[in-house]
């Protein structure tokens, strides 16, 4: 009897770690394609959207352009991580798979909430912050937000009103790799809105 309950038990444990393993597969696909989504994306933006000419004045109406039936309004650049990604207008849980959305709120009122899941190719790196690191936003537009992140927090999954408390110009958040938390970085704007070449930064 106890012969046939250990091999019941071993049978279930083969089980889970096959079913382990298929997600790991799962998710690494889908990285991969959100990685190459993301690069596809970045490129678009940067050869046909993005002006390569200097505008006569700072555009402050927020402008998108839809690439693949997917929203975007710019790319998110944190160089220290190597991070260069498209971002999308708004918060959908499809459109989390392929690159960061606006959470909520607006880069013209300095307050705008940024989410990507933890794949190694978006948002995966943000716990190696330290503090100091520079985040810049350019929209469709051409113009450019520079921020420096100052702040490191963990946050709880749901706890809406911790993630939204502060006068914060920037916010980026990632689920850690529990799911239960959020690994959350706030930044300050360091300058005046500017225009630049995007090739030039």
Not at 117 to 136: R, S
Not at 145 to 173: C, R
Not at 181 to 186: G, K, L, M, S, Y
């Amino acid at each position: 009897m106890t012969n046939k309950k250990g091999k019941i038990f071993m049978s279930i444990g083969i089980i889970f770690i096959f079913i382990s393993l298929g997600f790991t597969v799962f998710n690494i696909a889908l990285q991969k394609n959100a990685d190459s989504v993301s690069k596809n994306v970045v490129e678009t933006l940067k050869t046909n959207v993005i002006p390569s000419e200097s505008l006569d004045t700072f555009e402050d109406d927020e402008q998108s352009v839809t690439i693949d039936g997917n929203i975007y309004i710019g790319i998110i650049d944190i160089p220290s991580l190597d991070i260069c990604l498209p971002v999308m207008g708004e918060f959908t849980y499809e459109g989390l798979k392929y690159s960061p959305c606006r959470y909520k709120g607006s880069f013209d009122d300095d307050n705008v909430i940024i989410s990507a899941h933890n794949y190694k190719n978006q948002f995966g790196k943000l716990e190696d912050i330290t503090g100091g690191e520079i985040v810049t936003f350019t929209d469709v537009n051409g113009n450019v937000y520079k921020y420096k992140t100052t702040q490191f927090e963990v946050i709880k999954g749901y706890d809406v009103e911790a993630m939204n408390y502060g006068d914060w110009d920037l916010t980026l958040f990632t689920c850690d790799y529990s799911g239960r938390n959020r690994i959350t970085i706030r930044c300050e704007r360091t300058d005046e809105n500017y225009y630049a070449f995007y090739n030039d930064l």
